[in-house]
C-alpha cells in the first residue's frame, strides 16, 4: 500500500504549484503548444520546461514533439485515477485504518 501512496504523492506534488495548476486548467481546454502556454503564463521557457517536466513525470500531462516544440495535452486517465484515489480515501470504509487503530487501543 505504501507504494501507492508514493505514486498518488508525486500526482498530489506537481499540482501543488500555482503556475502548474495554471497549465493543467489552459490545458483542459485540449492540447497546446509550448509556444502558446509561454505566452499566456508570461514566464521563460526554462520555467515551463521545469514544470512540464514535474507534470508529465507525474503522468498528468502528456507530451509530443511537434518540429522543434513540444505538444502538450491533459491525460485524462491519470486525472480520473487521482480522483478516484482520493475519493477512496476520503470517504469511509470497513477496512479504514484509523479503525483498525481504534480497535486495537480499545484492548489496551
Same mark, same amino acid.
Given at each position: =500500500?505504501?507504494?501507492?501512496y !508514493?505514486?498518488?504523492? +508525486?500526482?498530489?506534488?506537481?499540482?501543488?504549484?500555482?503556475s502548474?495548476? $495554471? &497549465?493543467?486548467?489552459?490545458?483542459?481546454?485540449?492540447? =497546446?503548444?509550448?509556444?502558446? !502556454?509561454?505566452?499566456k +503564463?508570461?514566464?521563460?521557457?526554462?520555467?515551463?520546461?521545469?514544470?512540464? $517536466? &514535474?507534470?508529465?513525470?507525474?503522468?498528468?500531462?502528456?507530451?509530443?514533439?511537434?518540429g522543434?516544440?513540444?505538444?502538450?495535452?491533459?491525460?485524462?486517465s491519470?486525472?480520473?485515477?487521482?480522483?478516484?484515489?482520493?475519493?477512496?480515501?476520503?470517504?469511509?470504509?470497513?477496512?479504514?485504518?484509523?479503525k483498525?487503530?481504534?480497535?486495537?487501543n480499545?484492548?489496551?
Amino acid at each position: =500500500m505504501d507504494q501507492t501512496y !508514493i505514486k498518488y504523492a +508525486l500526482a498530489f506534488k506537481a499540482v501543488s504549484d500555482e503556475s502548474r495548476l $495554471k &497549465i493543467i486548467n489552459m490545458l483542459s481546454c485540449g492540447e =497546446m503548444c509550448a509556444c502558446d !502556454i509561454l505566452e499566456k +503564463l508570461n514566464i521563460s521557457q526554462s520555467t515551463l520546461s521545469y514544470h512540464m $517536466k &514535474i507534470l508529465t513525470e507525474s503522468g498528468l500531462i502528456d507530451s509530443s514533439k511537434n518540429g522543434s516544440w513540444m505538444r502538450y495535452s491533459v491525460n485524462h486517465s491519470k486525472i480520473e485515477e487521482l480522483k478516484t484515489f482520493l475519493s477512496n480515501i476520503t470517504n469511509d470504509k470497513d477496512d479504514c485504518s484509523c479503525k483498525n487503530h481504534k480497535m486495537q487501543n480499545l484492548y489496551y
